[in-house]
């Protein structure tokens, strides 16, 4: 029988070994649909009951993106806030920037532009720091996003710019693909048509690069993001019946994923087509639809979108109190979105991120110069000790070579005095090798560099000079030879 704390211990690893494999299998995906909620309450369960805090983070965070696909956005914040707060704790820079664009995504989908943008800033800075470029090109393309729903247009273009650039350089297909649909969604407002179609497809084919490969429903909702402004194009320049067999195809694929914000933007798109082609009752009805469903998950975006399109048709019509009815509402809701207010602390946050952000770089370019300093410096003394040791190698070279020529004279001297030396017992003349006799003094002379002179010793003085030899001044009479004469 095991133990309890063995129990608990094997216990405890089956549940994280399940917990795994669920945020395996949340990340592959990428998107997640709503009937995986109850199994993936249940594997929070597990979580909670491990007392694991990144298992639990993880748990939640999957939850909350369930639930945001599922269009249940206070659902998905209240998962989305605990994992923030867990992340927080748990000082994990990479979670917490996921779930800071996370939480940025909800509450943009729900009109909330001023946490939206407080968030993606959040998440921006976040993966800067760890040079996350798939991440930093997500925020980015988020916030072109929201400025371009504010009708921000320059500002808008200049995210989706750096969006485009960082997620070129990241590699990553499906990034760059959203940044692009994003830009070409602005270059429809603008009524830039051709260079919006050309964005669409760039996008289109980025999603299907292969790079990482996409997943069922990321394709289809790829396909329907990038179709949806096709079908903008169409309308605008004429070609209704394209539009509406786009929009109706959205529409369908809405309505088998079960995404009552894919179902709204394609009710969106037809009362469009109807209002172009001036058939009244129907495009009343498709935006009439389209308010509905952007109500039931609360996106004031798409219900300022439904209530423009409701008012143009009711003044088409000729119908003053309901266009004066739907505008007033839209006014009303217009205001509450994009208040001045606001617009001042979005202004602030921009402000304040592009701050943080020069103070990071200034940061960064004060440590890169001391380093170079450093390295300067460091380069210096080497440079000086490699000049040292270079006049110590010659200053030792050439007292070697001096060493040498010294010892080859050495040698020289050596060789030419060294053996036997045949002399006469007699006079001391020596023989030669070719046998001729010579004086030692020439002998000598002929086989090195000594220089001979010439005088009397105190011994050979008086035999040869009587009385008349004078010693020579300090010397013994059996002394060695005397100071040098000038006889020769």
Same mark, same amino acid.
């Given at each position: 029988?095991?133990?309890?704390?063995?129990?608990?211990?094997?216990?405890?690893?089956?549940?994280?070994?399940?917990?795994?494999?669920?945020?395996?299998?949340?990340?592959?995906?990428?998107?997640?649909?709503?009937?995986?909620?109850? *199994?993936? *309450?249940?594997? %929070?369960?597990?979580?909670?009951?491990?007392?694991?805090?990144?298992?639990?983070?993880?748990?939640?965070?999957?939850?909350?993106?369930?639930?945001?696909?599922?269009?249940?956005?206070?659902?998905?914040?209240?998962?989305?806030?605990?994992?923030?707060?867990? $992340?927080?704790?748990? $000082?994990?820079?990479?979670? &917490?920037?996921?779930? /800071?664009?996370?939480?940025?995504?909800?509450?943009?989908?729900?009109?909330?532009?001023?946490?939206?943008?407080?968030?993606?800033?959040?998440?921006?800075? !976040?993966?800067?720091?760890?040079?996350?470029?798939?991440?930093?090109?997500?925020?980015?393309?988020?916030?072109?996003?929201?400025? @371009?729903?504010?009708?921000?247009?320059?500002?808008?273009?200049?995210? !989706?710019?750096?969006?485009?650039?960082?997620?070129? *350089?990241?590699?990553?297909?499906?990034? &760059?693909?959203? #940044? %692009?649909?994003?830009?070409?969604?602005?270059?429809?407002?603008?009524?830039?048509?051709?260079?919006?179609?050309?964005?669409?497809?760039?996008?289109?084919?980025?999603?299907?690069?292969?790079?990482?490969?996409?997943?069922?429903?990321?394709?289809?909702?790829?396909?329907?993001?990038?179709?949806?402004?096709?079908?903008?194009?169409?309308? #605008?320049?004429?070609? %209704?019946?394209?539009?509406?067999?786009?929009?109706?195809?959205?529409?369908?694929?809405?309505?088998?994923? @079960?995404?009552?914000?894919?179902?709204?933007?394609?009710?969106?798109?037809?009362?469009?087509?109807?209002?172009?082609?001036?058939?009244?009752?129907?495009?009343?009805?498709?935006?009439?639809?389209?308010?509905?469903?952007?109500?039931?998950?609360?996106?004031?975006?798409?219900?300022?979108?439904? /209530?423009?399109?409701?008012?143009?048709?009711?003044?088409?019509?000729?119908?003053?109190?309901?266009?004066?009815?739907?505008?007033?509402? =839209?006014?009303?809701?217009?205001?509450?979105?994009?208040?001045?207010?606001?617009?001042?602390?979005?202004?602030?946050?921009? /402000?304040?991120?592009?701050?943080?952000? @020069?103070?990071?770089?200034?940061?960064?370019?004060?440590?890169?110069?001391?380093?170079?300093?450093?390295?300067?410096?460091?380069?210096?003394?080497?440079?000086?000790?490699?000049?040292?040791?270079?006049?110590?190698?010659?200053?030792?070279?050439?007292?070697?070579?001096?060493?040498?020529?010294?010892?080859?004279?050495?040698?020289?001297?050596?060789?030419? &005095?060294?053996?036997?030396?045949?002399?006469?017992? =007699?006079?001391?003349?020596?023989?030669?090798?070719?046998?001729?006799?010579?004086?030692?003094?020439?002998?000598?002379?002929?086989?090195?560099?000594? @220089?001979?002179? =010439?005088?009397?010793?105190?011994?050979?003085?008086?035999?040869?000079?009587?009385?008349?030899?004078?010693?020579?001044?300090?010397?013994?009479?059996?002394?060695?030879?005397?100071?040098?004469?000038?006889?020769?």
């Amino acid at each position: 029988m095991l133990r309890p704390q063995t129990f608990d211990r094997l216990r405890h690893a089956v549940l994280l070994s399940v917990l795994a494999a669920g945020a395996a299998t949340a990340a592959e995906s990428q998107s997640l649909r709503p009937d995986s909620i109850p *199994r993936f *309450r249940y594997e %929070l369960e597990l979580a909670q009951q491990s007392g694991d805090s990144t298992a639990i983070a993880d748990a939640h965070f999957t939850l909350g993106l369930a639930h945001w696909q599922d269009d249940r956005y206070d659902s998905a914040l209240v998962h989305l806030l605990r994992v923030r707060a867990l $992340r927080t704790a748990l $000082r994990d820079s990479a979670g &917490l920037g996921s779930v /800071l664009n996370s939480l940025g995504a909800t509450h943009y989908q729900a009109g909330n532009y001023e946490p939206a943008l407080e968030a993606y800033l959040g998440s921006l800075a !976040l993966r800067r720091a760890i040079g996350d470029l798939r991440g930093m090109a997500f925020n980015y393309a988020n916030i072109g996003k929201a400025y @371009q729903d504010w009708g921000d247009y320059d500002r808008a273009s200049v995210a !989706l710019d750096s969006a485009i650039a960082i997620a070129e *350089r990241s590699g990553n297909g499906p990034t &760059l693909g959203y #940044a %692009l649909n994003t830009m070409a969604a602005v270059h429809v407002d603008l009524r830039r048509h051709a260079s919006a179609r050309d964005f669409a497809e760039r996008s289109l084919a980025a999603y299907y690069s292969g790079t990482p490969r996409i997943g069922a429903v990321d394709s289809s909702s790829a396909w329907s993001i990038n179709n949806l402004l096709l079908g903008r194009i169409d309308v #605008a320049e004429g070609r %209704l019946e394209d539009a509406e067999r786009r929009f109706r195809r959205i529409y369908d694929t809405a309505i088998r994923g @079960q995404t009552r914000r894919g179902q709204a933007e394609a009710q969106i798109g037809l009362g469009s087509t109807y209002e172009a082609g001036r058939q009244w009752g129907r495009a009343d009805a498709a935006y009439a639809d389209a308010l509905t469903a952007s109500r039931a998950i609360a996106n004031r975006a798409l219900s300022l979108r439904a /209530l423009e399109g409701l008012a143009r048709v009711a003044e088409a019509r000729g119908d003053a109190p309901a266009a004066l009815r739907h505008l007033r509402t =839209h006014a009303a809701l217009r205001d509450s979105v994009f208040s001045l207010r606001t617009s001042q602390r979005v202004s602030a946050m921009e /402000l304040e991120a592009e701050a943080a952000r @020069q103070l990071a770089a200034t940061a960064e370019l004060r440590a890169a110069q001391r380093q170079a300093g450093e390295d300067l410096r460091r380069q210096r003394i080497l440079t000086s000790l490699a000049i040292t040791l270079l006049a110590l190698t010659l200053v030792m070279l050439g007292s070697l070579l001096r060493t040498n020529r010294r010892l080859e004279v050495a040698r020289a001297e050596v060789r030419a &005095l060294s053996g036997f030396i045949p002399i006469c017992a =007699h006079c001391k003349n020596v023989r030669d090798d070719a046998g001729y006799w010579q004086s030692v003094e020439a002998y000598v002379a002929s086989r090195s560099e000594a @220089q001979f002179s =010439h005088g009397i010793c105190n011994n050979c003085g008086p035999a040869l000079y009587g009385e008349d030899w004078v010693p020579h001044p300090g010397t013994d009479a059996g002394a060695a030879p005397a100071a040098p004469s000038s006889a020769g």
